[in-house]
């Protein structure tokens, strides 16, 4: 089995700045791309950022010069830096992977948890 485990979510004021992590672990042969996506309240879940194996990413037009997603594949971990954060950007986020089983090899889609964001002064 695996899992998605995040951490570092919180409030925090206008301007500021959080950091979110994101570990996988479990059977895992290997992690493809990582993703975080948000859910603001009322609104439907919208990708933040994305980073291939490769180190490729692409953010939302949204939070661009203002968030960078990172990983370290070594630790099967994704972080995301949130600077300059904005009332706007307050949402549940939820890491995600596109994970190659060890034991069969399938491909599946995983999900963790959610954490707050809340940017209010």
């Known amino acids: 089995q695996v899992q998605l485990v995040e951490s570092g979510g919180g409030l925090v004021q206008p301007g500021g700045s959080l950091r979110l992590s994101c570990a996988a672990s479990g059977s895992i042969f290997r992690v493809y791309a990582m993703a975080w996506y948000r859910q603001g309240p009322g609104k439907q879940r919208e990708l933040v950022a994305v980073?291939?194996?490769?180190?490729?990413?692409n953010y939302a037009d949204s939070v661009k010069g203002r968030f960078t997603i990172s990983r370290d594949n070594a630790k099967n971990m994704v972080d995301l830096q949130m600077n300059r954060l904005k009332p706007e950007d307050t949402a549940v986020y939820f890491c995600?992977?596109?994970?190659?089983?060890?034991?069969?090899?399938?491909?599946?889609?995983?999900w963790g948890q959610g954490t707050q964001v809340t940017v209010s002064s």
């Open positions: 995600y992977a596109d994970i190659q089983m060890e034991q069969t090899g399938s491909m599946r889609d995983y």
């Open positions: 980073i291939s194996s490769d180190g490729l990413t």
